[in-house]
């Protein structure tokens, strides 16, 4: 699965067509004037282009470097009652780089009972307000899951599919155990155990 993983994230297909698309890119494109003048403006689309394609550059080596991290969501209490809510619970497993950058996938039961994944990246920022053991952490990624009349309960839902993201705070007790609190948009928070294997 290791292996596996660094193939996906070095992948010459996507990362070589970034960059062709990059270096085609002006930094600057002429634009026309009322006056009928060609001038030079500043592409701000050919510098977000270039940014994400720096982005997957830095992603897309680095992974056969880290740890894997195991972790399990028990309990996630929903902030609003409502008697369709079931018991939500998650188990993960995700590949930490030594930079902090992490790419997973987790399988949970959402709030109404169905089977979903969540497939993402994302970073943990260690040393948070000057605590050694005080993290936050980010990830984005795709969901899939809610179905049926539930698909409105995430935005931009189609057929299941939907766009997801995760901001959480935690505590590393050690080199191998933390414990994490993630924010489930404005609906619940959960909480995680996770293992580190280093």
């Known amino acids: 699965m290791r292996a596996t993983l660094a193939v996906f994230f070095r992948s010459h297909t996507l990362l070589g067509l970034a960059s062709t698309l990059v270096a085609a890119l002006p930094t600057q494109a002429q634009t026309k004037t009322a006056g009928g003048h060609t001038g030079l403006a500043t592409s701000s ?5 270039a940014a994400l394609a720096a982005t997957a550059d830095t992603l897309g080596s680095g992974w056969d470097q880290g740890h894997w991290r195991a ?3 028990p309990y996630a209490p929903h902030l609003r009652y ?3 809510h079931a018991d939500v619970w998650a188990v993960a497993l995700e ?3 030594n ?7 987790s399988f949970f039961n959402n709030s109404f009972g169905q089977p979903s994944t969540y497939v993402y990246l994302g970073k943990r920022f260690p040393q948070l307000l000057g605590h050694s053991q005080l993290f936050g952490q980010f990830s984005g990624g795709l969901l899939y ?7 409105n309960k995430v935005p931009f839902n189609h057929n299941g599919f939907s766009p997801g993201a995760l901001a959480s705070i935690g505590w590393q007790f050690n080199r191998q155990a933390s414990l994490t609190v993630h924010a489930v948009g404005d609906a619940a928070v959960m909480f995680q155990f ?3 294997w280093r």
């Not at 899951?145 to 539930?150: A, C, D, E, I, T």
């Open 71 to 73: 972790a399990v969501s």
């Open 45 to 49: 689309w050919a510098r977000a282009t």
């Open 194 to 196: 996770a293992w580190d």
């Open 99 to 105: 930079d902090r950058w992490m790419a997973g996938g």
């Open 95 to 97: 590949r930490q780089r």
């Open 145 to 151: 899951g809610y179905r049926g009349k539930y698909e």
């Open 82 to 84: 409502s008697p369709e």
